[in-house]
């Protein structure tokens, strides 16, 4: 067997996937699933093979470890992150990764289900890695590349930054994550003993790419309250609780305000979920915009929508409630522009051209942005993700890496520049 510190990031990668470490939402478990743990533990182990010494696996599944300054200058202590878990949507287990050398640029037939089949037309950016080399599932399984890839990328970066000590940085911690595909990346975190003012998640797809935004995010929950009576002698009486809530669901608009209908910098309000009886009924919806304000006018929109349906059954009464979900990191970000511009010198010095986006969502990033740790998504390859169609490209993985190692000596460089 090779000694941990030879291992390249691809066979890590390769390794790292075939253990089956899905979370499971439904779990009141930390972490949701304990088979997490078993990834988490190989690579404790393996950064103490390269001379972590203080690599740690917490009971909540989180692993910490410090990569020691080796400058005399004082550089803020900067955190790499990424999550151990693979979504619950599709299976994790017995994972087989194939790696495709050389890609033709023909379609991909996976070996265990003939029926899954990736081509350039549904992936333009295979395109982009003709002649080079690709990793796929075999068929039956998501890959796990999100964030499997994240977490080999950070430990071949982490092996680098150990073997040269020519290469100037700062304290850099590393933090692997359990359970963010359920949400919960950072419920348990200790933020304190982490020690990192400034933190990045290896959690993005394609190269270049750099996101510093997420959505804002509310929960709107009405419950309306009917009048009842036996059906038989209600005239006058009766007023139906689901007929209100149907009514209020009719009136979204279709066309717009809707998640269906809705990209790039737009907001929306999506219901999810509907619970009653004649008497009483409760609805549920997710509130989504990138500016506080356009969260409020959206969750006003709504209230407007029901309060109108509302008077029109002056007898019924509603409650509308309103719950914070997250906020978009760049609130946060905005605050400490460094974080931004020296990840976008890094990609520069790495030869990979800065592509800013806006996540229609939310991540660990956003919500460890507002527990002090402010943390843009750096890329990591990975395609398709949540499906058996994930695929990563090698190019993608070594190019994350290298924006690492840059990322930490520009930490390195400009604190001495600024005395
Ligand atoms: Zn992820």
Not at 60 to 72: C, K, L, M, R
Not at 224 to 252: F, Q
Request: charged content about 25%; some cysteine.
């Amino acid at each position: 067997m090779l000694k941990a510190y030879n291992y390249t990031c691809v066979e890590r990668f390769i390794r790292y996937v075939q253990i089956d470490t899905q979370s499971d939402p439904k779990s009141g478990q930390y972490p949701s699933t304990e088979k997490q743990k078993n990834l988490s533990k190989i690579v404790v182990e393996e950064l103490m093979a390269m001379g972590v010494t203080d690599a740690v696996l917490d009971g909540f599944g989180y692993v910490y470890a410090t990569i020691p300054s080796n400058t005399d200058k004082q550089v803020p202590v900067i955190c790499f992150c990424s999550h151990v878990d693979t979504a619950p949507d599709c299976s994790g287990t017995n994972v087989k990764p194939v790696l495709h050398h050389n890609y033709d640029g023909k379609n991909i037939t996976l070996p265990d289900d003939t029926t899954q089949v990736l081509s350039t037309n549904e992936f333009k950016y295979l395109k982009e890695h003709i002649g080079q080399s690709i990793i796929t599932a075999s068929g039956n399984t998501l890959l796990g590349a999100d964030d499997k890839a994240g977490v080999a990328e950070i430990m071949d970066a982490a092996n680098f930054l150990i073997t040269h000590p020519e290469v100037k940085h700062g304290t850099i911690k590393i933090l692997f994550t359990p359970d963010e595909e359920i949400g919960k990346g950072t419920a348990n975190l200790d933020i304190k003993k982490l020690g990192a003012d400034f933190g990045y998640t290896l959690d993005g797809g394609e190269l270049g790419t750099l996101e510093d935004e997420t959505f804002s995010a509310d929960a709107a929950e009405i419950t309306i309250h009917g009048v009842i009576a036996h059906p038989g002698y209600a005239k006058d009486t009766l007023v139906n609780a689901l007929k209100i809530a149907g009514e209020i669901l009719a009136r979204l608009p279709k066309r717009q305000f809707s998640p269906e209908t809705t990209d790039k910098r737009k907001g929306f309000v999506h219901p999810v979920r509907v619970e009653g009886l004649a008497e009483k009924a409760t609805l549920e919806f997710i509130v989504r915009d990138f500016t506080r304000e356009g969260l409020k006018a959206n969750t006003k929109r709504l209230q407007k929508i029901a309060e109108e349906v509302l008077q029109k059954n002056p007898k019924a009464k509603m409650e509308f409630k309103v719950t914070e979900q997250y906020r978009n990191m760049k609130e946060v970000l905005d605050q400490h522009l460094q974080v931004m511009q020296y990840a976008e010198e890094a990609y520069k010095k790495s030869g990979v051209k800065v592509r800013k986006q806006s996540i229609r969502g939310g991540t660990d990033g956003s919500r460890l942005s507002f527990i002090g740790l402010p943390c843009p998504n750096i890329f990591t390859g990975m395609q398709g993700i949540h499906s058996k169609k994930e695929w990563i490209g090698v190019r993608d993985m070594k190019k994350s890496v290298e924006v690492m190692v840059n990322l930490a000596q520009v930490w390195e460089k400009r604190s001495s520049e600024r005395g």
